[in-house]
């Protein structure tokens, strides 16, 4: 790809945009913004510009379209695939600025943001007016816009779906500057193809999300958690599609191992209620009525109680539920710290092929000799496999790593699975979206991208360029 | 457009893919398939063919691709808006004989289905087993492929979402005859630009959906209604934002008025439980527990109360359900009977401005001397607004329904209302979509669907094109 280098008149146009105090070029860019949380790739913008509002972003935008300057847009940089590193330099846009919560509409049930806004801020707003944002992704400090650019699921996806579920509208700058409204605060949509949905999920490459109108549901009353023990994982995990079977959905249905458990130990210094068994389901149910939760949980306590579970912890005040789901919470930190270096794999697979899916990254770690750890959403099928480099030389744990990839992405597709269920495919996974959509599918989407954004401009080298 | 006509070689080919008894040509053709339910054009298929499986779908698509043929998808026909009637002749793809349900999978609580499957079998099917697909729209005859492709939505869309809610997974056969699969059985999915997003709603001018995985929820275990009588309509919609912001949220929320059940008793003859009233809210409320039910139906009838409702009639057997619900279902076809020819609009607005938009329609029924009849879906802001022709010479009536049409969808759009809520665009709609979307929005849509389908045969002169 052929791209304009920055010059000093593209400093020049981006200071009399933005003012001097929010563009830092060269040198002065902390490194942070060289990289993202894991992907193992890094390069820094030439230059990065803090926006603070739409018109800012659409004047960026149509100027470097005429550039020909590539632009990549910026939250917090919490992602796993690279898909907000600079690959190409050119232009970062650091939308974290554009942070406000802009109107809670209380007769629409919708609340308007900037991209800007964290998750955990918008969980905190929202819960104190008794009104509930359900997406719940580990990671509480990724921003909103960064959430639906690579549709983030995380642990209540069994019961409330995920990002794009609670996307009602949005605003988006174009590659060429324009500004565009999509859907809006309108519960149905049959209008034209739905272009609201294209843009979640599609990790910046189609266009700057400058603005969303999130749907809001009420606060569940209450909330009750399961810890639940397991001699092994597999028995933990072949649980999982008879709860879904008995028609007691929970909200969430996590699993777990006593080694990533002790990992999470040593990294936060807190003890877990329990880490004396090999393995663990962590359920909760929510709900309005005790009666309704009580029947459901019940149900379900009997279920794995019949099939090998241990005993069943079960954790209904908000202090017991916070100590157990900040351990969740902390799991991909403690296994990072554990180790050297890491990387990940999110693949989704049928829920009912979990079981399967687990037993044979066993097989890998003892065939490939290189450390695995895995936890995840065993409600929606949606895994966290991370390997691990430990003492391994780099260029033997690239080979390693390599293999172990093929092997796993080969498999979760053989069982109907798809390369990632809510980290997206970024850089990092690319190779993996190609053999899993084959050269027709990456031709589809290298067409939509062109009819976005025929210079290439955005986000380059990313998801399907 | 440029497409080539029907030669006697075609048909040959047709009968080798498909068998001459699933090939009909020229007057051979029955009357239905040149129109649909209402949009009033019609045009006869030059041929129509009965597809039975994908790889006939398949063969037909990539030969016509190369021919330039244009072809028309079709389920049941009952759309409102043009969307499969075959405006450019060419090749009518009836879907109708893919009607197998195919496989529950109640581990993954998934149902995959052909697109020929009818909506009414769908809930039969499943809530013989207590499993639930929520999707409500009127026209139960309608077919499963055609609701993806309309993404429609009907009563239920309050509490549980629209057809794109419950669509998993696609088999779709693009333009040139590839077959592709979309999504799947997994719940969670951020693995490139979600082609399946793109493919619901899109009117099957991006692809020929061939297959689908539904999602399934546990039926809930009682429903209860309510009829509440209101002196007036307004009084009755002004209800609907403090039922919302009461955080007591109704699986359905519909508005009727007087006229519109008289039709339908005369249309059913059949007595509806009350007819007394200028006006009418009727809800429903669904969940597992006796409790949780009442406590939520109690708070919003003492709202109704306490806002001008006359009563509240609670209908908690299957049977007055059914009574009530019946009548509901038959608006449209009732309304139908009672004129010579009427036309719809189907704008959705956010829900707290349904009444000054109702208010609206009343002023254009007098400003324009034309009757006006509308009944809808309160809770989710989606009208359904009739104007019918009546005595009216046909010219004049034209006019009239043009003049109305751009006073409401302008109206709409001030109020930050789309052009269709669960109908689609069709062949009738687009003028206001290209009014609402502006021609830079008409123009990235067009270049969606070239990405698709180059040649542009794929039900052409619809949506964008």
Redesign the interface.
Same mark, same amino acid.
């Given at each position: 790809m052929n791209y304009a280098e920055i010059t000093r008149e593209d400093i020049s146009f981006l200071e009399a945009v933005c003012g001097k105090d929010r563009v830092c070029c060269g040198s002065r860019i902390n490194e942070d913004f060289s990289h993202d949380e894991l992907s193992g790739i890094s390069r820094y913008p030439e230059v990065l510009v803090r926006v603070t509002e739409t018109g800012e972003v659409a004047e960026i935008m149509s100027y470097a379209n005429r550039r020909r300057i590539p632009v990549t847009p910026r939250g917090q940089g919490t992602g796993l695939v690279g898909g907000s590193v600079a690959i190409y330099g050119g232009i970062m846009l650091d939308l974290t600025p554009m942070n406000r919560i802009l109107e809670l509409?209380?007769?629409?049930?919708t609340l308007t943001v900037e991209p800007g806004v964290l998750l955990m801020e918008i969980s905190k707003f929202v819960e104190a007016r008794?009104?509930f944002y359900p997406p719940d992704p580990g990671e509480k400090s990724a921003t909103i816009g960064g959430n639906i650019n690579?549709?983030?699921?995380g642990m209540r996806?069994?019961k409330y *779906?995920?990002t794009?579920?609670y996307v009602r509208g949005l605003e988006i700058v174009?590659a060429d500057g324009?500004i565009?409204q999509l859907?809006?605060?309108?519960?149905?949509?049959?209008? *034209?193809?739905?272009?609201k949905?294209?843009i979640? *999920?599609?990790e910046g490459t189609?266009a700057v999300v400058t603005r969303a109108v999130l749907r809001l549901?009420?606060?569940p009353r209450k909330t009750v958690s399961l810890l639940i023990p397991y001699p092994d994982l597999t028995r933990a995990i072949e649980t999982v599609?008879?709860i879904?079977?008995s028609?007691?959905?929970p909200t969430a249905v996590e699993f777990m191992e006593r080694e990533v458990i002790l990992a999470a130990e040593d990294f936060l210094g807190k003890a877990f209620p329990d880490s004396s068994a090999a393995a663990y389901l962590l359920l909760t149910f929510d709900?309005?009525?005790r009666?309704?939760i009580e029947?459901?949980y019940e149900k379900v306590a009997h279920i794995c109680l019949g099939h090998g579970a241990l005993d069943v912890f079960i954790s209904d005040t908000p202090e017991r539920n916070e100590a157990i789901w900040t351990a969740r919470g902390a799991f991909l930190e403690a296994i990072k710290a554990s180790t050297t270096a890491m990387d990940e794999c999110?693949v989704?697979?049928?829920?009912?092929c979990v079981a399967d899916f687990i037993k044979d990254i066993k097989r890998l770690q003892d065939e490939f000799g290189v450390r695995i750890m895995n936890f995840g959403?065993a409600?929606?099928?949606?895994l966290h496999i991370y390997i691990l480099k430990d003492a391994l030389e780099e260029k033997v744990w690239v080979q390693k790593l390599e293999a172990v990839f093929n092997k796993m992405y080969a498999h979760a597709d053989s069982m109907?699975?798809?390369?990632?269920?809510?980290? *997206?495919?970024g850089y990092a996974k690319k190779p993996f979206?190609e053999k899993?959509?084959g050269h027709?599918?990456m031709e589809?989407?290298k067409?939509?991208?062109?009819?976005?954004d025929p210079n290439n401009i955005l986000n380059p080298g990313k998801?399907?360029q």
């Open positions: 509409d209380q007769e629409n049930l008794e009104l690579t549709n983030a699921g996806a069994v *779906g995920v794009r579920d174009l324009e565009m859907g809006g605060k309108v519960v149905k949509n049959s209008s *034209g193809y739905s272009l949905d294209l979640v *999920g599609s189609l549901l009420p606060l599609p008879l879904i079977k028609k007691s959905i709900g309005n009525s009666e309704e029947q459901a999110d989704v697979v049928p829920r009912k959403h409600g929606d099928g949606n109907g699975g798809l390369v990632s269920g809510e980290h *997206g495919i979206l899993s959509m027709s599918g589809l989407l067409r939509i991208k062109l009819a976005f998801v399907c």
